[in-house]
């Protein structure tokens, strides 16, 4: 199984920046799927999740209205478009895969495969 984040880069705030995450290796529809992020000595945050029909989404509160997650079976793909992007939102983001039909878990244990994660840099 492979997950591959990418889109990351540097943004000021205020401006928006779309992350992918393309999934190899497993049957992606049977998955939710979700985004982290972690700043360096802090703990790995959930973000957003989506459930396998790409029905219902949820979200961390600091996000939501900003963000949009999305995905799309027939490439595999799960999308994050960050919208008036704040400098505390700087961070390594992480796309996850859960098996579960149901609703995208928010802790990590819940998720049973990760991608290696793409940078995120807003400046003020």
């Known amino acids: 199984v492979q997950l591959q984040a990418f889109g990351g880069g540097l943004v000021q705030a205020g401006g928006s920046l779309r992350l992918s995450c393309a999934a190899s290796?497993?049957?992606?529809?049977?998955?939710?799927m979700g985004w982290f992020r972690q700043i360096p000595g802090k703990e790995r945050e959930f973000v957003a999740g989506i459930t396998w029909s790409g029905g219902t989404a949820n979200y961390v509160g600091s996000v939501k209205g900003r963000f949009t997650i999305s995905r799309d079976n027939t490439k595999n793909t799960v999308y994050l478009r960050m919208n008036s992007l704040k400098p505390e939102d700087t961070a390594v983001y992480y796309c996850a895969a859960d098996r579960t039909l149901g609703v995208a878990g928010t802790l990590v244990p819940n998720y049973d495969y990760w991608g290696q994660g793409t940078l995120v840099t807003v400046s003020s």
């Open positions: 290796g497993l049957t992606f529809s049977s998955y939710a």
